[in-house]
């Protein structure tokens, strides 16, 4: 008779060092992406006082959770003031934010505008409101900065709010455009800085998880149906479970433009392109994968000819 082996389950014990090892791991993560991002894009400098804006979801809880614990170790000294624009939603729990931030120790700040009365009244029933809403709020979060002497806006956009724009310029707007992880304002008088720039969703929620941040659900545009940015968002999920790491290469892919090859003729001299009899690295070749040649070559009617 043959003895049947089985795998002891974990002790309550070990589950909790396990979850305590992946939320340190997690932990290191997220600073140490948002650490390369502010180097990267020299977001925050000596002396700067950065205004981090908070609206009460995981992203901008997160954002600024993790800016402090940059704060404590990052090579220069910057001060953080939190800002929450309270827009006067119907059913907008106001106690939530002030209590939550009074906790952090960071200084804080709460701006009282009824911009939801404007947006309901501008914009017809069943229309998607975050266009009108995201300008009022900008034109408000700036005069605040002004206000509070902010050296810059901190914004809590991730990698795939970032890839999700780019997207939605591409399909419904006709441009290659996303949202920058550091430009200048609207109004050309502010320094505006994403910090989770290179920080994918997935582990802001399980941060926000972990962390139990108080949550605020946006009744305004986060809850209406059928948005463009919901079904992108839905697609670049779709691709990641069936081809992960593919979201990742197209954030990469961001950050290595090359406009020879792209038909934008203001950020490419196509007109004045001249042969210069010298090989380059940017020539056709650059379209061919070198993975691709033996499939190639195994197709009838293909040539593989290899340049050197």
């Known amino acids: 008779m043959s003895a049947l082996w089985i795998e002891n389950e974990p002790t309550p014990l070990q589950r909790d060092h396990k979850i305590e090892r992946e939320t340190h791991k997690l932990e290191k993560r997220l600073c140490r992406l948002m650490g390369q991002a502010i180097a990267d894009f020299a977001m925050i400098e000596e002396g700067d006082r950065v205004m981090v804006c908070m609206s009460g979801g995981k992203d901008s809880y997160g954002m600024l959770d993790i800016l402090q614990k940059m704060q404590q170790r990052a090579p220069v000294n910057f001060e ?14 106001e106690h939530v934010l002030p209590g939550y931030l009074a906790k952090t120790g960071v200084p804080f ?3 009282n505008q009824d911009t939801y009365s404007i947006v309901k009244d501008k914009i017809p029933e069943g229309k998607t409101m975050c266009s009108l809403c995201s300008r009022l709020r900008r034109g408000i979060l700036y005069r605040v900065a002004d206000e509070l002497g902010a050296t810059k806006i901190a914004l809590g956009h991730h990698r795939d709010d970032i890839l999700q724009t780019f997207f939605l310029n591409m399909f419904f707007g006709g441009k290659l455009k996303g949202m920058p992880p550091k430009l200048v304002s609207d109004d050309g008088r502010h320094i505006v800085i994403r910090p989770l720039a290179y920080v994918p969703e997935k582990d802001l929620v399980r941060w926000a998880e972990h962390r139990q941040f108080p949550i605020i659900p946006c009744t305004l545009c986060g809850s209406q149906e059928n948005l463009q940015r919901k079904q992108v968002a839905g697609m ?31 950020q490419y001299d196509f007109k004045g ?28 009617g293909f040539q593989v000819i290899k340049i050197d």
């Open 273 to 300: 392109l001249k042969t210069t009899g010298v090989a380059s690295a940017d020539g056709d070749k650059a379209f061919d994968h070198e993975d691709f040649s033996p499939a190639l070559a195994a197709l009838p």
């Open 109 to 111: 700040h709460i701006e």
């Open 80 to 93: 953080l003031i939190a800002v929450n624009l309270d827009q006067k939603q119907p059913d907008f729990p």
């Open 236 to 266: 670049l999920r779709e691709w990641e479970k069936k081809h992960p790491g593919r979201v990742e290469n197209m954030f990469t892919a961001l950050q290595n433009v090359v406009p020879s090859h792209l038909a934008d003729g203001t």
